[in-house]
Every structure is written in C-alpha cells, then in structure tokens.
C-alpha cells in the first residue's frame, strides 16, 4: 500500500486534498496559487533571514576557534594545560565563595563530562548571576597552580 | 657531756640481761627451801632442808607473755637499741622454747650435767648394793647392843664400797675417833683436878696445922697478959675477920703488938696456905669448865657434820651418824635438830623409794614426762638411794633420749625451723604418750600464721610498689619462720617482679619510641603496675591509650559503616585515625582492605592532598570537589574545599 502511494505522487507531485471533490469556479483557482506562493516567499527569506544569522553569528563568535576544554585531560594533570584557553559549556553546580577585587570561585560541570570543575569568575564578570543549573558558555584559562579562570561567560 | 655509743649499748644490754633474769627470778618458785622430793606430811614438818639443789620450775604465764612481748616486737631503729633488742629477742626465744616445751627439767646447768651424768652411768650391781645396806644394817645392829667400837671398825669396812659409800663412812669413823680424842682430853683434865683436890685437901691441912699453933700462942700470950697486966678483954668479931676466922693480929689501935715475930710468921703461912687452897679451887673449876666445853664443841661439830650429810644427801649416814651420836655422848635422844635430820632422813628414803617405783610404772608405760619428773625428783632428793643408784641404765636410756629430743625440740624452736619441730614432735608423742603438744603446736601455728601474714604484707606492699615496705615485711616473716617454704617463692616471686618491672621499662620505652602504641596497650596491664609511680611514664602511657581507644573506635565505626555499604565513609574514618596512629597494623590493614573498595574516592582524595601539599591550590580544589561530588559527606573534602577556598581567596588578595 505503501509503494502504490509513492508511485502516485511520483506520477501527480501535487495532489490537491479536494482532489476527490467536485471541481469549483475558475476565478477562485487564481486567488489560491497566489497565495501559495507568497508564503513560499516568505518560508523562503525567514530561512534565508535565519540561515544569515546563524551564519553570522558564527562567524562573529570569539570562541569559535578554541578547543573544547578537555576535563579528563585537566584531572589527569593540569600542567601540559597551563596557559591554554579553552572554550567549554557549563553547568553551575555550586558556589564557593566571593570576595571582592579578586573574583567569584564557582563549580561547574561540563557539558561533555559530568566530572566538576572549579572555576575562578573573575571580577569583570561579577555582574553575572550564577544560579544553579544555568549553563554558560565560557572560555577558560588554566593558570598556574592548575586553577581554571573563565576570562569570558556568556549565558547560553 | 657525751656518753660513748659503745657504753650505752653496753648498759642497753646489762639492762635487758638484768630484766629478764629479774622476770625469770619473779617466774620462780620458792621451793628452794622445801625438800624436793618430801611427802606431805613432811612438807608439814618445817624440817630442814636436806640440801639446797633447785627444783625444776616451769616459766610463768607472766614471764612468757613478758618475754613474749620482747621476742615478738620489732627492734628499733638504730644501732644501740637493735644490739639491746637482739639480746632481748634470743633470751626471749630461749624462753619462749622451755615454755613451749612444757617439761620440768633441771635449769642449774651443774645439777643438769650431774643428772645427765648419772642417766649414763651404769647401774650399781643389786649384790653390792645388798651386801653394803646389809654392812649398814650391822653397823646399826653394833651400836644399839653398844658396842661402840665394834660399830666404828665396820665404818671402815663400809668406806671400802666406793662405789657407793665414796669415803663417807670413813668420814664418819674419823669424826667419831675424833670426839673419843676429845675424852682423852677430858680424861686428863679429871686426873689434873684430882691432883688440885689432893693439893687442895694438903694445904686445907697446913693450914689447920698452923692455925692450932697460932692459937695456942695466942692462949699463951693472953695468959701472961692477963698475969702481967690488967686483965683485957679479947678482941670482939673475932670471927668476923677477913681471914675466915683464922686469927689475926690484933689491930694495932690501943692494943699492943703481938708478943713475938714468930707469932707473926705462922699467921702469914697460913694465910697464904689458906689463899693457895682457893686458887687450887678455882683452877679445879675452871678445868670442870674447859671439860665441859670440850664436850659441847664435840657435840655441835658431830651435829653439824650430821647436817652436813643431810643437806649432801647421805641419808642413811644420817641415821648411822645419829646412832653413834647416842652412843658416844651417851644421851637418850638425839639434839631437836638431829632429830628432825634423821626422821626426815627416813622419811625421804621411803619417798624416794616411792618415786622410782612410780618412775618405773611410768617408764613401762611410755609416761616419759611423768618419769622424767619423778626421777629428776628422786635424784636431786638422794642421788645414793640404793633405789637411784640401782636403777638400770636401760630406763635411764630412755629418759636420757627424751631429754635429748627435748633439747632438739628447744633448739628447733629458737631456731624456728618449724618444718622439722612437726615430725619431731610427731617423734615424741609416739615415745611419749603423755607430753603435751598442745602449748609447741600453738606457737608454731602461731608463729607460722605470723610469718603468712607478713609475707601477704609484703606481697601487698609489693604490689603498691612501697619496696622499702615490702622489704621489712619480708624480713620480719623470716625472722618469724625462716623456714617458711613460701618465704622462698615469695620472695623468688618478688624479686622476679622487681626483675620484670625493671625490663618492663625497658620495654615499655622501646615501645613509645617506636610508638608502637598497640602493644602498649596489648600489655597494658603488664605495664600498668611498672608505672605505678612514673608521672612522665604515666603520660605515655595514657596518650598510647587515648590513640588506640580513639583507632578502636575509629574501627568500629569504620565496621558498621561497611555493613551499611558506606565504604567511603569507612575508609574516611579508618583514615582519619591512622593519620593518628600511622604505624598500627590494625588500622593499616583495615585501610589497605577499604582503600580496594573505594578506590576512585580514595584516589580523589589523595590527589587533591598531593596537590594541595605541592600548593597546586586550583588542581587540589577541584579534586576535593570530585570528590565530594562521589562522597558529599566526606570530611576530607568538605574540610579541604572549605580550606582551600578560602586559601585561594586569600591569597590572591
């Protein structure tokens, strides 16, 4: 039943659903293509809109050429990622503590790895709200003694 | 002014020498001056003593709770006083043994040889003894049918029984000669005074004579005064004169001399015949008077001799003596006092004979002490009764062995070998039916519960780590028993402990050293009385404790979180108490069975403590965090993000 369906929209690619009525006046079939076809137009350049920003969007994002940050990589040993920028998805899990001019200690997971990490927010980012189960997009940046910095955080 | 040392212990020792003579003195019986072995109705009779040998006495009650008190009190300190309490406590001891003997014996040592002599002696011969009383008896016989000198010649045959006699019949024979001597004297003086009578009588004679003529010439001379001149009157008091009535000159006052010197020359002849007659008198009397002189002092020398046998105990003598007496003085009766010698004499022998008869009862029949006492009595009595002195050596063996274990028995207790005095009196209760343990089993036990409880001291003491203490105790119940089978062990034991603890020590700081604190508290109680009185010792002890009771209940804890599944949880607590204790075994092998079941929390763990201690504060944080997120409780974590967050906060100001 399936296959003989196939074969008669292959033979009729337009169907029309009242094509088993009785057909109707001639001037009422002119108004009805019109139609399809302006919002055919406008499908078309909402994708188009859509597609560009995307597109832009893209192509406009800082983070676009980082590396994900590898956690498994980071537990294993943070030296060999000391000084690298790392872009990576995360999940605010906790809060550990704030103090002013130096920044805002938080616990994230990432996305890819459920393993935390803490992550130091620094005070350029002290107008974000971290609440739990937000998710950011940041980059990060393993300084020394293997403490992770985000030096940017965008909410996803 | 300083007395030397060496005199005040010297007097220390007097006065207690002194003291205790002075104790046994007051102990003593007054019997000295009673014969020992007299009936009752001799004791009756206030006879003289027949000699001045002792009777055996027991000590007093308060003697021996005196010298008990010395013997049992501890000596005090110092050299004086310990000197004067170690004479005390032996004269004490010897006195405490012949009170627990409980046997009269002969205290004088002379009389003791003597009587111990005589248990040894033989016997003298039933034969000799009945051919010397039959010789006696003849001696008695001669003399009442008074043939004195007969009686005395067989003196002489009886001193040839030397055995028995021992001379004193000779003795006698010469005592007897010797008041025949003193006849001989008075035989003399007799003949002298009638040499002074005849002399007397010869001059009473001249002196008539002369007295006549003196008369006659004074007839005459009157005659022819009286026809010469005027008549006179003859003299008054004629009579009167001093002369006796012999006839004087006429006083010279208005008188005239007498007619002629030969008047005069008779008158002074008969005077001094009439004065030599009264000196004869006089002699006469005095020789009467030396006469019966010589016979009292012969009389009180016999007597005397005769006491002297009584008191030497030569009763048959006595009585011997006694007859001669009669005889030679030739009285009816003997002196009072020889009389009650020679009846005491007759009465003792018949007590002695008594006694040994008794003696021999008792010997049959295994009644040592009895026998003993009636012997000792019989002997010191009259030792030549022919009942002593016949008495066979086999039963005086047997008295001689009992004094023998008596004094093995007195020994055994001075020495307080008390073991060995059991089976001795065991010994001589089988011997000795009648001895009384009663009194050596009393002191013995008392002296054996003495020497236990002492050394219960000692091991108290011992125990309360008071050695000085213990010490003392431990000595005074050898004192009191050295034989004390316990003593040894006791005092192996203590010494042992006094080794032990020393080592315990030792061991015990090798311990804390290594702090090995489990075996310290494994051997806790082998610890525990060594550091009775060790402050700093106690602390480590105390410390070593705290860190095992803290890991045991780390490993309970640990325990029943495992049968809860919580191995993290386990592991932590297991972790958390060896980092108290590092070393402990127990602890570790409980730590290496978690650390496999919790292997990523643990691993965590460790890597976040590595981190930290290489301050990598960041890498250590997260960590924690890991681990936490595998074990939210863990205190390890917890505690370290805690810490290390605000590290990191800290430090970055």
Known sequence: ?156 | MQIPAGKINALISVGMALATYAMAQEGADPAPSQPPASSQASKETPAPEPRTGETPQKPSSDTSAALEYLYNRKPQDGSAGSQAAMVGKSIGGKAIAEDAIGVARLEDSELRSRFLRYLGTVEVSQDELAAYFQQMKKVSALLRDTKLVDAWKELHELANYQTIDAGISRELANRVEAIWNTDRATVNLDRRNEQLRKEVKSSNWNADQMSQRVRESEIDYQRRMNQGTKQQLQPKGAQNLPTGGAPMVPDGAGSSPPPTMTGLEGKLQLTEEYLRSLELKARIKVNELRQEQLLDQAKKDFSEYVGTLYNSGRLNHVVLAGDFYRKVFQEGEYPAEMQQQVNASLEINRDVDATVDVFRYKVEHSELVGAMDNLQQAFLTSELNPSVLGLERTLKRKIAEFDRQLDQMRNLIEARDFGNLESLLSQIRESAVDFDTTKPMAIVNAVKLESKMRLGKAKLFAQQGNLEKAMEEFQSAAEAWPGNPDLEDKALSFFDTQDVQSQTLVEFDRLVKEQNYREIFDKQIAFAPALRDDQARQESMKSALEAIKNAEMASEKANLMMLNGDFYGAWEAIELAAAQLPDDKKLNRLRAELSGRSAEFVSAVNKARDAEGKNELGYSLTWYVNAQRQYPASQFANQGIERLSKKLLNVEL
């Open chain 1, 1 to 156: 039943m399936q296959d003989s369906t196939q074969i008669d929209q292959a033979s009729n690619p337009v169907i029309s659903p009242f094509s088993d009525s009785e057909p109707q006046a001639h001037r009422r079939k002119r108004k009805g293509r019109a139609g399809l076809f302006a919002s055919l137009t406008v499908v078309l350049l909402l994708v188009l809109g859509v597609g560009g920003f995307f597109i832009f969007q893209t192509l406009n994002d800082p983070l676009r050429t980082l590396e994900p940050f590898p956690v498994g990589k980071y537990l294993e040993g943070y030296k060999p990622l000391a000084g690298s920028k790392f872009r990576a998805n995360l999940r605010v899990e906790n809060d550990l503590g704030w103090k002013e001019g130096l920044g805002r200690l938080m616990v994230f997971s990432l996305r890819e790895d459920p393993r935390p990490i803490v992550v130091m927010i620094p005070p350029s980012l002290s107008e974000i709200y971290f609440t739990k189960g937000q998710n950011y997009q940041s980059e990060l940046e393993v300084k020394e003694g293997g403490l992770i910095y985000a030096n940017s955080c965008r909410k996803n």
